[in-house]
Structure formats: C-alpha cells, structure tokens
C-alpha cells in the first residue's frame, strides 16, 4: 500500500494545507512542517505514513467482516464518501447524524426494520388497500428515512470501525463511538485534537480534492479487505467441495489358498519320540 502513496500526489491534491495559524490545536504540532503566509502546511510524509497504517488497520477489519461506517456531512464531503462508500459496499452517513445512531442501535434498528416493512407492503399488494391519505404518509415516511437511514439499512450490528472526515463537525459520533469503544479513523486538520481518534490522517478536510485523494485510498484498502476475505472463503468452499481421502482403503479380495499338500501319517512310535524329546 504505501508504494501505491505517492507525496506528489497528496501535494497536488491540496492535501498539506492546513488551517490559520491562529486556529491550530498544539497537539497536532508534530505533524506540522512550517507556516506560510499566516497558514500552517501539513508534512506530507508523515501523511503518506499515517495513511498507510490506516489502510492497513481497515483493511484486517473489512477482511473480518466487520462493517465500517464512513461519517461526513459537510457539503464538499458528502458525495464523494458517499460514492466511494458505496463502491467498498460499506455503511455511510452523509446527512445529519442521529443523535444515538451508535449508543441507541436498537431504535435506529427499528426504524430501519419500519421502513423495510413499507417496501414488503408495496412488494406483496398490502399497500394498494389503503386509503389515499394513509399512502401519502406512507410514502413521505419511506422518504425521510430513506434519506437519513438508507445508507446503513444493511448493516445489522454495531461497525466494527468508524471513518470520519472532520472530527469537530462530527463531534457528537466521536463521543458515541468513544463509549463503545469503537476504533475511530479521521482526517484531522490542523485546527483539531488528534487525541480524539485512534488512527489519524494529518490531512486538509475542507477541500474536495483533498478528501477524494485520503478517501480513495481508505477506500482501496477497505475493498482489498473485502477481496481477500472473499479469497479465503473461496478456497474453503473449494476445500468442502473435494472428497475426503477415506480411512481405510477396501481390502483386495483375498486369493484363494492352494490346497495343502497330504500329509503323510506319522507312525506312533515316532510320534511318541519326538513328545519324549519336546519333554526333555
């Protein structure tokens, strides 16, 4: 993965600009390269570093089957994680996030569970027998809950991880992640606290190229994850599908024994010699 990180890029990108200087958090001081023009300018080496243990980290979760909900609902944010979410088939949320989404899993579970239990009703003719009115809220409730829940319609546990771009905007899904003790991956900018997350990308978070740039990378890895974890369950299938060697292979029929030669009779007074020798 890291070769695949080139710093040029990340430059081109916009990815190492940062916020006013006046506006910094001292703890992101060690990720800072200088100041110019009243701005601070991120070290884009240690960005390529970060992010390449980021993937990595994401990518052993997606291999374990676990979920990862990507978080970001400012403007310039939200189709990009949104499509590239939905290309690694993971979780998203992109409009406001409901408060207890995380902490209060089984109400959002049931909302979820509502607005499947209208599309079985369009699906099997239940839907057609009600009134006009009785439809028309069917149908703006389907919509609201289409457009704040969709995205997380599958994902029938708590994620194994969160990624969130900008951690001051999505303070309230830090918190919730941190009392769970979910791991928490972020693009943190200079102006917040990167002791808030558990794997952090020093990166800009306010410009769209610069997310589509650190997003696609998570991205690329989460799928990675996803294509060794389908590998693995392949060659299993494959392994169950093969006959098992058997324990005991069959007996060759056995050949029939050539008939003894006749046996001469002894004579008694021999036989009476020999048990007098065995005696002795």
């Known amino acids: 993965m890291a070769n695949n990180i080139e710093v040029k890029e990340l430059l081109d990108a916009g990815v190492h600009f940062g916020h006013l200087t006046r506006r910094w958090d001292p703890n992101m001081a060690p ?12 070290n884009l080496y240690k960005t390529a570093a970060k ?27 939200k189709d990009i994680v949104a499509d ?14 409901p408060g207890g989404m995380l902490t209060n899993f089984v109400t959002i579970r049931k909302a979820v569970k509502k607005m499947q239990t209208i599309d079985r009703m369009k699906a099997d003719g239940r839907f057609d027998t009600l009134s006009k009115k ?3 809220q069917m149908n703006r409730l389907r919509e609201k809950l289409e457009k704040n829940l969709g995205s997380i319609a599958d994902m029938t546990r708590l ?14 899904a830090i918190k919730e992640a ?28 306010d410009a769209s190229k610069s997310i589509d740039k650190i997003v696609g990378y998570v991205s690329d890895a989460v799928i990675e994850g996803l294509a060794e974890r389908k590998a693995g ?27 003894a030669p006749p046996v001469a009779k002894a004579e008694p007074a021999k036989v009476e010699a020999a048990a007098s020798e065995e005696e002795e």
């Open 31 to 42: 990720y800072i390269y200088m100041e110019r023009n009243g701005i601070h300018i991120i």
């Open 51 to 77: 992010i390449e243990e980021s993937s990595e980290a994401l990518k052993k979760i997606a291999a374990s089957g676990r979920k990862i909900l990507f978080v970001a609902t400012k403007k310039q944010a």
């Open 84 to 97: 590239k979410a939905a290309k690694a088939n993971m979780p998203y949320i992109t409009e406001r996030w």
């Open 134 to 136: 009785e439809k028309l």
């Open 159 to 172: 994620p194994g991880a969160l990624f969130v771009v900008d951690i001051k905007r999505e303070h309230i």
């Open 178 to 205: 941190q009392k769970l003790n979910i791991p928490i991956f972020a693009m943190v900018d200079t102006n917040s606290d990167p002791r808030q997350v558990d794997y952090l990308i020093p990166s800009n978070d």
């Open 233 to 259: 369950k392949d060659a299993q299938a494959e392994g169950k599908d093969k006959p098992a060697p058997k324990a005991k292979a069959k007996a060759a029929p056995a050949e029939k024994a050539a008939p």
